[in-house]
C-alpha cells in the first residue's frame, strides 16, 4: 500500500489495524461493484479505498457500522413487545380458560422441568441377566 495514502488516513483513523479492516472492507464492496466516491487514476481497489478514507468521502464509522453489520450472524431486531395483560391481573379481563398464558407465579423451577421431563421419556432398556 502506499506509504503517502496511509499517513493520509491515521488521523481520520487513529488505529493501524482498525485502518486495515475498514479499508480492506471498502475494497471488498469496490469489487463487488459498490461505486467509488474518487477517481480512480489507475488504482487499485485497497488504494482507492485508503484514499476515499483520506478524504472523507466515505465515513469511517459508516465503514465501521457496515463491517459490523456484515459479520454478524443474526442481527437482533428491537420490536416493540405487545402489552399483554397477565393473567389476573384485573377482574373481568376477558381471558378464557382456553388461554395457555401463563401467571409469573406458576412458573416451574428448574428441578420440576428436569423430574417431568424425566418422566416423559422411557426408560433404558437394560439387559436382563437370567444366569444369575
Given at each position: 500500500?502506499?506509504?503517502?495514502?496511509?499517513?493520509?488516513?491515521?488521523?481520520k483513523?487513529?488505529n493501524?489495524?482498525?485502518l486495515?479492516?475498514?479499508?480492506?472492507?471498502?475494497?471488498?464492496?469496490?469489487?463487488?461493484?459498490?461505486?467509488?466516491?474518487?477517481?480512480r487514476?489507475?488504482?487499485?481497489?485497497?488504494?482507492?479505498?485508503?484514499?476515499?478514507?483520506?478524504?472523507?468521502?466515505?465515513?469511517?464509522?459508516?465503514?465501521?457500522?457496515?463491517?459490523?453489520h456484515?459479520?454478524?450472524?443474526?442481527?437482533?431486531?428491537?420490536?416493540?413487545?405487545?402489552?399483554?395483560?397477565?393473567?389476573?391481573?384485573?377482574?373481568?379481563?376477558?381471558?378464557?380458560?382456553?388461554d395457555?398464558?401463563?401467571a409469573?407465579?406458576d412458573?416451574?423451577?428448574?428441578?420440576?422441568?428436569?423430574?417431568?421431563?424425566?418422566?416423559?421419556?422411557?426408560?433404558?432398556?437394560?439387559?436382563?441377566?437370567?444366569?444369575?
Amino acid at each position: 500500500m502506499a506509504r503517502v495514502t496511509v499517513e493520509d488516513c491515521i488521523d481520520k483513523v487513529e488505529n493501524r489495524f482498525d485502518l486495515v479492516l475498514l479499508a480492506s472492507h471498502r475494497a471488498r464492496m469496490i469489487s463487488s461493484g459498490s461505486a467509488i466516491t474518487v477517481e480512480r487514476d489507475n488504482d487499485k481497489n485497497p488504494v482507492v479505498a485508503l484514499r476515499e478514507i483520506a478524504d472523507t468521502t466515505v465515513s469511517p464509522e459508516d465503514l465501521k457500522e457496515d463491517l459490523i453489520h456484515s459479520l454478524q450472524k443474526y442481527v437482533e431486531v428491537d420490536e416493540p413487545e405487545p402489552d399483554v395483560p397477565l393473567v389476573g391481573a384485573a377482574p373481568g379481563a376477558g381471558v378464557d380458560s382456553d388461554d395457555t398464558e401463563v401467571a409469573p407465579t406458576d412458573r416451574m423451577t428448574e428441578e420440576e422441568l428436569l423430574k417431568g421431563l424425566e418422566g416423559l421419556t422411557p426408560p433404558e432398556e437394560q439387559p436382563e441377566d437370567d444366569a444369575e
